[in-house]
C-alpha cells in the first residue's frame, strides 16, 4: 500500500552555506521594554530560522528572532520526553523527512546529514488492516488498496490534462468519482483515508484537486526521525551557528505577539487600501515588551493569522485578508499510548475500518523492527494519528475520555482482554494559540493570484511559513524554503534593490474561468 507525498520534484540545490553571523553572544535578552533592530523576525521555526539564515548570508546582522514558547524554539518540529519514568522521545509535531533517495536532495535531508540526526527508513507498505470483527485478509483489502493507488495515479494525469485543456479545478472527491472510486464500506473508506488524509490531514471532499492529487517528491522514500535530541535540533543547531542559541541577545523566548502596527493608524478598525505604510514597524507582545524594526518578518502560522489573536493596526487590506482566509489550515494529531504489554502485530502500521471514516484509524507501531531499539525496553508505545474534525473534537474533551473511547474500539478489534493504556498523550495543534493548527491544504478552486496575495507583503511586514511555499506547503522542506527566500528578499530591500512582490488588490474572475486564465499551472509542483 503507497503512502503518497504532496511535495514534488525540486530543482534548486541550496548554495552558499555561509555562518550567519559572528555575533555569538549568549548573555540574557536586555531588561528594557524596547528593542530596537533593522529587522525583527517573528516565530524561532523553521522558516524564522532560516529568514535568519538568509539575512545573514547578504551581510545583514541587525535582528532580532522573538519566539512565543519559553524555553525551546523549532516550532511545530517539537518533541517531549515520554512516557513518564523512562528516557524515550516522541515527536508531537513534525516526524519525518520526505523526499528521500531521489535526483535531488530535500533541504531538511542536507540538514539532517549535516547534524547527524538519527532517523530510520519507513516501509509504508509494512501494514496489516482490522475492523470490529478482528484481523482483515490480505485478498480482501489488497486488492482495495491497489485499485485506490492506481484510480490516485490517474487522478494526478486527469488533474494535469484538465489544466492543459483550461478547464476548472474541482475537489479531489469529484476526481475520485468520476474514476469509478466510492467508498462505502469501512476498509475503502481506511484505504482511502490513508492514501490522502493523512498525508494531507483533510478530506478530497474539500481539497483541490489541480493542487493535491499531484503528489510527487524529492525522491521515493520518507524517514522516520527517532533522535533523542528531537527532529527540532536541525534548527537549533543552525540557530546556534548563527549565534541564535538559547541566551543569546538576539533571540528573545515567551515573547507572543499580540499586536502589529504597520501603518499609520486610520481610526477605523475596517479593513481598506488608502493606507500610508510607515518607516518602521511596531511589534508589541503579550508581556508589554516593544520591538521597532524598519522590517518585520512574521512566521506566524495560517491558523495564527486567520485568529484574533494579533490586533494589526490599520486592518489589514482586504485583498490581504481574504487571501488568509481563502487558504485552509489542517490539524494532524499524532495521539500517543503507552500499554503494559504489546498485544497488537508486528507491522509497522495497522489500519482499523471503522463504520465511521478516520475514526481511530491509523496505527503506528514502536515495537517494530525499524523503530524498537530506538525506543525504551521498558514501553509498549502504539500511537494512533487522527485529522481534520476528528482532531479537533477529541482536543475538546478529557484524555481521559479519548482513552474511553480508544479503548472500546482496540477491545473490539482485539478482545476484550486488551489491557488499558498506562499512560496517554494528546498534543492540542489546534487549541494552542501559537500554532492553531499543524499544516496548510489547498482548497478547492484556489487560484495563483490568492496565493501571491497570501505571501505579499503590506508595507515593511513581509510574511513567511509553510503556507507561503507554492511547491511545498505544509511541509518543513516549504517552511525551510520560504525562509530562505523571504530572507533573502528582505536583504535585498535593506539594500535598495527590493525585489517586486505581485498584489492583486482584485480577483474578479468568475468561478467558471479556466485554470490557465488565472494563472494556475499545475506544473509549477512536479
Not at 517573528?42 to 528572532?65: C, R
Not at 511541509?475 to 525551510?480: D, I, K, M, S
Request: overall charge neutral; some cysteine; proline content about 5%.
Amino acid at each position: 500500500m503507497k503512502h503518497s507525498s504532496a511535495a514534488t520534484l525540486f530543482s534548486l540545490i541550496l548554495a552558499g552555506q555561509s555562518a550567519y553571523a559572528a555575533d555569538t553572544t549568549t548573555a540574557s535578552a536586555s531588561a528594557s521594554k524596547t528593542h530596537k533592530s533593522k529587522v525583527l523576525i517573528i516565530g524561532a521555526g523553521a522558516s524564522g530560522i532560516a529568514a535568519a539564515k538568509a539575512l545573514a548570508a547578504k551581510g545583514i546582522t541587525d535582528y532580532i528572532v522573538i519566539e512565543g514558547r519559553k524555553d525551546v524554539i523549532g516550532g511545530r518540529m517539537h518533541n517531549i520526553n515520554w512516557p513518564p519514568g523512562t528516557n524515550g522521545t516522541v515527536e508531537l509535531g513534525a516526524n519525518w523527512v520526505e523526499g528521500v533517495n531521489g535526483p535531488t536532495i530535500n533541504p531538511i535531508t542536507e540538514l539532517a546529514n549535516k547534524y547527524n540526526l538519527v532517523r530510520t527508513p519507513t516501509n509504508w507498505d509494512d501494514i496489516s488492516v482490522r475492523d470490529a470483527r478482528g484481523a482483515v485478509a490480505e485478498k480482501v483489502w489488497g486488492p482495495i488498496a491497489e485499485k485506490f493507488d492506481a484510480m490516485h495515479e490517474e487522478a494526478a494525469e486527469m488533474a494535469a490534462q484538465r489544466v492543459q485543456d483550461g478547464l476548472q479545478d474541482m475537489s479531489l472527491r469529484a476526481a475520485y468519482r468520476m474514476l469509478g472510486w466510492n467508498p462505502t464500506t469501512p476498509v475503502e473508506m481506511a484505504i482511502e483515508w490513508n492514501g490522502f488524509d493523512a498525508e494531507q490531514a483533510e478530506r478530497p471532499d474539500v481539497s483541490s484537486h489541480a493542487y493535491t492529487a499531484d503528489m510527487h517528491s524529492f525522491g521515493p522514500d520518507y524517514d522516520f526521525v527517532v533522535d533523542k535530541r528531537g527532529f527540532k535540533t536541525i534548527i537549533e543547531q543552525e540557530a546556534n551557528a548563527g549565534g541564535l542559541g538559547y541566551g543569546s541577545q538576539r533571540l528573545h523566548l515567551g515573547k507572543v505577539v499580540n499586536s502589529i502596527q504597520w501603518a499609520k493608524d486610520t481610526g477605523s478598525s475596517k479593513a481598506t487600501t488608502n493606507v500610508s505604510p510607515t518607516p518602521q514597524v511596531t511589534v508589541k507582545t503579550k508581556d508589554g515588551t516593544t520591538y521597532v524594526a524598519d522590517y518585520v518578518i512574521s512566521s506566524t502560522s495560517l491558523g495564527v493569522l486567520q485568529s484574533p489573536d494579533i490586533k494589526f493596526t490599520p486592518a489589514l487590506p482586504p485583498w490581504k485578508i481574504q487571501s488568509i482566509f481563502e487558504f485552509n489550515i489542517a490539524t494532524y494529531t499524532k495521539i500517543f499510548l503507552n500499554f503494559p504489554k504489546k498485544f497488537w502485530s508486528d507491522t509497522e502500521f495497522t489500519l482499523y475500518a471503522d463504520s465511521k471514516r478516520g475514526y481511530f484509524g491509523y496505527w503506528q507501531n514502536t515495537k517494530a523492527k525499524p523503530y524498537k531499539k530506538f525506543f525504551p525496553d521498558n514501553s509498549n508505545i502504539f500511537f494512533v494519528t487522527v485529522t481534520d474534525l476528528e482532531a479537533k473534537r477529541i482536543e475538546q474533551q478529557s484524555d481521559e475520555a479519548t482513552l474511553d473511547e480508544i479503548m472500546v474500539v482496540l477491545r473490539k478489534t482485539y478482545g476484550p482482554n486488551t489491557p488499558r493504556a498506562t499512560h496517554i498523550h494528546v498534543p492540542r495543534w489546534h487549541s494552542d494559540p501559537l500554532f492553531r493548527g499543524t499544516f496548510t491544504n489547498w482548497p478547492i478552486g484556489q487560484v495563483r493570484q490568492e496565493f501571491e496575495n497570501l505571501r505579499a507583503p503590506v508595507g515593511n511586514l513581509w510574511f513567511t511559513g509553510e503556507h507561503t511555499s507554492l511547491k511545498y506547503f505544509g511541509y518543513v522542506h516549504g517552511a525551510w524554503l520560504a525562509g530562505l527566500d523571504i530572507g533573502g528578499s528582505v536583504a535585498q530591500c535593506i539594500k535598495g534593490k527590493c525585489p517586486s512582490m505581485p498584489i492583486h488588490t482584485t480577483v474578479k474572475e468568475d468561478c467558471g474561468s479556466s485554470l490557465k486564465k488565472r494563472g494556475f499551472d499545475v506544473g509549477e509542483r512536479s
